[in-house]
């Protein structure tokens, strides 16, 4: 066991090594900008808009929620059963685990699903988890998002650079 933990865990951080710190995205047009504000929904799905908020939820010292959520979405696109158990044992070390610096605020309800759900894991183990993140996200970071100065800047930025060209 202690070998295998020892192998596993130079593997599991070069993994996360790996991962950007931003998703890579084209530059938001204003009508994109602008429609962040009338849904959660339109900013989650757009990766700029996710890396901005992102970039918010790090000034509020939440940035872990989206990094939680953006591994599950990640976990949903796997097939492999071994990835799978994988990437459902780092997400659950990183971000479930009560022992985790980037542990997300669950329900105990959500944990002790998680807690089962652990023992044959699924590329949907952490679906109930996520949604709550999401919601916690929707409801409460998000309206500070849209009055905060990092989305105000943004769209004033490409506002202008719109009505220059």
């Given at each position: 066991?202690?070998?295998?933990?020892?192998?596993?865990?130079?593997?599991?951080?070069?993994?996360?090594?790996?991962?950007?710190?931003?998703?890579?995205?084209?530059?938001?047009?204003?009508?994109?900008?602008?429609?962040?504000?009338?849904?959660?929904?339109?900013?989650?799905?757009?990766?700029?808009?996710?890396?901005?908020?992102?970039?918010?939820?790090?000034?509020?010292?939440?940035?872990?929620?989206?990094?939680?959520?953006?591994?599950?979405?990640?976990?949903?696109?796997?097939?492999?059963?071994?990835t799978i158990d994988e990437k459902?044992?780092?997400?659950?070390?990183?971000?479930?685990?009560?022992?985790?610096?980037?542990?997300?605020?669950?329900?105990?309800?959500?944990?002790?699903?998680?807690?089962?759900?652990?023992?044959?894991?699924?590329?949907?183990?952490?679906?109930?988890?996520?949604?709550?993140?999401?919601?916690?996200?929707?409801?409460?970071?998000?309206?500070?998002?849209?009055?905060?100065?990092?989305?105000?800047?943004?769209?004033?930025?490409?506002?202008?650079?719109?009505?220059?060209?």
């Amino acid at each position: 066991n202690e070998n295998r933990e020892r192998a596993w865990r130079p593997s599991r951080e070069t993994k996360l090594e790996t991962i950007p710190n931003c998703e890579a995205c084209a530059k938001p047009t204003p009508e994109e900008v602008r429609g962040w504000a009338q849904s959660f929904d339109k900013l989650m799905k757009s990766p700029a808009g996710r890396n901005v908020f992102r970039e918010f939820l790090r000034t509020e010292y939440s940035e872990e929620n989206m990094l939680f959520w953006l591994a599950c979405e990640e976990l949903k696109t796997e097939c492999n059963k071994h990835t799978i158990d994988e990437k459902a044992r780092m997400i659950y070390e990183d971000y479930i685990s009560i022992l985790s610096p980037k542990e997300v605020s669950l329900d105990s309800r959500v944990r002790e699903v998680i807690n089962r759900k652990m023992q044959e894991p699924s590329s949907h183990t952490f679906d109930d988890a996520q949604l709550q993140i999401y919601t916690l996200m929707h409801r409460d970071s998000y309206p500070r998002f849209l009055n905060s100065a990092i989305y105000k800047s943004l769209l004033q930025s490409v506002s202008r650079s719109s009505s220059e060209s």
